[in-house]
């Protein structure tokens, strides 16, 4: 019952930003959490960041941290993933996915999927 869309990959230059969008349609409760995974050719589906639909709590993967942000606005029913200081290997197919049980700690604890955004970062 809960629709996902994301939006705003692309083509990017290493050290550049970009900032990723999931439109969140359907039913949300305040327990779902909402995350970000990340999938390279040929690779694992990769845990990327994660939120409380409240936006209360956040967890980002040591990959990422201090480079990645995940947020939520209510209002706009939109998960943001904002990226920064991107490097090759950030490149993937991003996806954006809810979780009815509140925690998200590896892709099967995912309900939800988007249908992904590829973003390529060239060096």
């Known amino acids: 019952q809960v629709q996902l869309v994301e939006s705003g990959g692309g083509l990017v230059q290493a050290g550049g930003s970009l900032r990723l969008s999931c439109a969140v349609s359907?039913?949300?409760?305040?327990?779902?959490?909402m995350g970000w995974f990340r999938q390279a050719p040929g690779k694992e589906r990769e845990f990327v960041a994660a939120?409380?639909?409240?936006?209360?709590?956040?967890f980002h993967a040591q990959s990422v941290k201090g480079r990645f942000t995940i947020s939520v606005d209510n209002a706009k029913n939109t998960v943001y993933l904002q990226m920064s200081s991107l490097k090759p290997e950030d490149t993937a197919v991003y996806y954006c996915?809810?979780?009815?049980?509140?925690?998200?700690?590896?892709?099967?604890?995912?309900?939800?999927w988007g249908q992904g955004t590829q973003v390529t970062v060239s060096s």
């Open positions: 359907g039913r949300t409760s305040s327990n779902y959490a």
């Open positions: 996915g809810a979780a009815v049980g509140g925690v998200i700690d590896g892709p099967l604890s995912v309900n939800y």
């Open positions: 939120i409380s639909w409240s936006g209360g709590s956040t």
